[in-house]
């Protein structure tokens, strides 16, 4: 783990993968083998903290991971615009061409108290817009067993199985596994992912300033970050880890150095 003097830059260069309807390069962070996991954050880009967040662990490491790559930010022009859609308008999180992918206007909330009002376009196409078309090349580049995309802030794992990164997520914020998020999603990125045989799991931050859930998960996350490969394993033969188990294992990397 990299000292706190030396978290302020990447730790290594970003890959590109594409580029934005403006312009602006998309990227990512490989892995040293094969990924087992690929971490997205900033697909809506009302929801920055999300960035901060997964910047925050990628900035723990002193080089890239064996199999967890990482995509810090999937809609940049709408993270610079300060809208949820990206320069078109559109909500990249209804635009993967799924089987339930619908033309009609998609609605979401201005707060969390708010009603599902507000209007975004879900692309006149599945997949018509530059940053969908890029993230889905990316993906079938990668081949990822599962996908990480996180969201906020309404504080729930949705995922459609309990997997170690399942359970990992809702014990250590402490939030509800919910197998859907209780309304029609058509052209999501979970949807398109079980239609493609990847584990999509959506991490939904509780509300929460970017600080604390850079306090509260960033180390824990970066930890189940780094015993991915060997999680994955064992899932794969039929072994289940915990979050208890998890504990005894950062326990032992404490001891020897993982410190942050
Ligand atoms: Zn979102």
């Known amino acids: 783990?990299?000292?706190?003097?030396?978290?302020?830059?990447?730790?290594?260069?970003?890959?590109?993968?594409?580029?934005t309807a403006l312009g602006a390069p998309l990227l990512y962070a490989p892995c040293k083998?094969?990924?087992?996991?690929?971490?997205?954050?900033?697909?809506?880009?009302?929801?920055?903290?999300?960035?901060?967040?997964?910047?925050?662990i990628l900035r723990l490491f002193a080089e890239p991971l064996q199999s967890v790559a990482f995509v810090l930010c999937a809609?940049?022009?709408?993270?610079?615009?300060?809208?949820?859609?990206?320069?078109?308008?559109?909500?990249?999180?209804?635009?993967?061409?799924?089987?339930?992918?619908?033309?009609?206007?998609?609605?979401?909330?201005?707060?969390?108290?708010?009603k599902r009002i507000t209007e975004l376009s879900p692309g006149k196409t599945p997949a018509s817009e530059a940053e969908t078309k890029y993230l889905i090349k990316l993906i079938r580049k990668l081949q990822p067993a599962e996908i990480l995309s996180i969201h906020s802030p309404l504080a729930c794992v949705d995922a459609p199985a309990v997997t170690p990164l399942t359970h990992f997520l809702t014990e250590?914020?402490?939030?509800?596994?919910?197998k859907n998020i209780g309304y029609p999603t058509p052209g999501s990125l979970g949807t398109w992912c079980g239609e493609n045989s990847i584990h999509c799991v959506t991490w939904e931050l509780p509300r929460l300033a970017p600080e604390i859930l850079a306090?509260?998960?960033a180390?824990?996350?970066?930890?189940?970050?780094?015993?991915?490969?060997?999680?994955?394993?064992?899932?794969?033969?039929?072994?289940?880890?915990?979050?208890?188990?998890?504990?005894?294992?950062?326990?032992?990397?404490?001891?020897v150095g993982f410190k942050t």
């Not at 250590?172 to 919910?178: A, D, E, I, L, N």
Request: hydrophobic content about 35%; overall charge positive; aromatic content about 10%.
């Open 219 to 255: 180390r824990k996350v970066a930890v189940y970050f780094s015993m991915a490969l060997m999680l994955a394993s064992l899932a794969a033969s039929g072994l289940y880890f915990g979050f208890n188990e998890c504990g005894t294992m950062f326990s032992a990397l404490n001891d």
């Open 33 to 56: 083998q094969k990924c087992t996991l690929l971490a997205i954050a900033g697909i809506h880009g009302e929801e920055a903290e999300t960035t901060f967040l997964l910047s925050r």
């Open 172 to 178: 250590v914020s402490q939030t509800p596994h919910k």
């Open 75 to 114: 809609n940049p022009d709408g993270v610079a615009l300060g809208t949820r859609g990206n320069s078109n308008g559109v909500d990249l999180n209804r635009n993967f061409p799924t089987a339930n992918w619908s033309p009609k206007t998609t609605l979401s909330k201005a707060t969390l108290e708010s």
């Open 215 to 217: 306090q509260k998960f």
């Open 1 to 19: 783990m990299r000292k706190e003097q030396h978290r302020g830059t990447l730790p290594f260069p970003l890959k590109q993968y594409g580029k």
